[in-house]
């Protein structure tokens, strides 16, 4: 509930089904109404943020539905790609109720058409973190197993793909579909490896989508990541990137990435979305994977920690 002394509440207690990650360049959302703070914890720590509940009054359907905002690396980008709480993150947007995940993303272009500045809709993944990053809910005595062939939601990439027409300035284009590396960092690739990226016909790259897609996948949240171009990293004959480039073109488009938000959220508050925003078509999913481990196997701590993100599931 919004408290009625200007200041955002400390607690929310409508279901918040929507949620926002916003990356780099994109660590507040003040277009919307901001009505509660929130700082959860969780079995896995605490999130890189607190978690701002924000409303927003769609113009075409005249609601006005609650989403949860979460900052990546923190209200000031104070967490490296490697330092970022991906399971606290996921597991307290969860917890309030959050089962769709619009997901922000500064990358680098691997492919000449994708210039910075356009926006891109990937559909895979190629993962080249380092196994350095905490990547599942499922360890510790109780294994799981979900599918990942298709890493990014289907129906949800569709409705993103479908709004950029929300998207201001001649030269921008918003580009349906694309394999998305993901890299260690922080540092920035080398070029030989930028090459090989670019060669194997990766459209992008970045240090953030894993494990953050797992996990979403994981505790049965659809997600999709929007990537704004910021650079052609080094294989491209222009400057390789340098962060300067990366924040200065984010700032730039920061008004497209709020655009694009809101034409999504119209979309979403449509009552024909009201499934996919609860994600109905995921419920019960992990009931399933999660039950590799046999009851003699399973350890107490393990199921505390399955039990307080999936009340019910595991015993
Ligand atoms: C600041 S340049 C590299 C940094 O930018 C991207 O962050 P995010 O995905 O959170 O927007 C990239 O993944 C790196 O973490
Ligand atoms: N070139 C690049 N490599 C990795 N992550 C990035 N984020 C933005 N540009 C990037």
Known sequence: MASNVGEPAKVYNDPIYA??????GLQSFSSFVPVATLNPTTPWG?????????????PVTSTTIPVAFLSRHGLHHELAPH??????NIAALRTLGVRTIVAFSAVG??????KPRDFLIPDQIIDRTKGVRPFTFFEGGMVGHVGFGDPFDEALGKIVSKCGHSLIGDEVKLHNGGTLVCMEGPQFSTRAES?????????AINMSVIPEAKLAREAEIAYQMICMST?????????AVTVEMVIGNMKANADNARRLVGAVLDELSKEEH???????????QVKFAGT???????SKEALERLHWLFPGYFT
């Open 292 to 298: 590799v481990t046999g009851k003699e196997g399973r």
């Open 109 to 114: 272009s691997l492919q000449e058409d994708l």
């Open 274 to 284: 009201q499934e996919l925003v609860r994600a109905k078509h995921l419920e019960g």
């Open 19 to 24: 949620g926002i990650i916003g990356g780099t």
């Open 83 to 88: 330092e970022v709480p991906s399971r606290a």
């Open 231 to 239: 650079d052609y990293d080094c294989w491209h004959t222009s400057e």
């Open 195 to 203: 090459n090989l990226y670019h060669s194997w016909g990766g459209t």
């Open 46 to 58: 605490n999130p890189s943020s607190p978690i701002s509940v924000l409303h927003y009054h769609s």
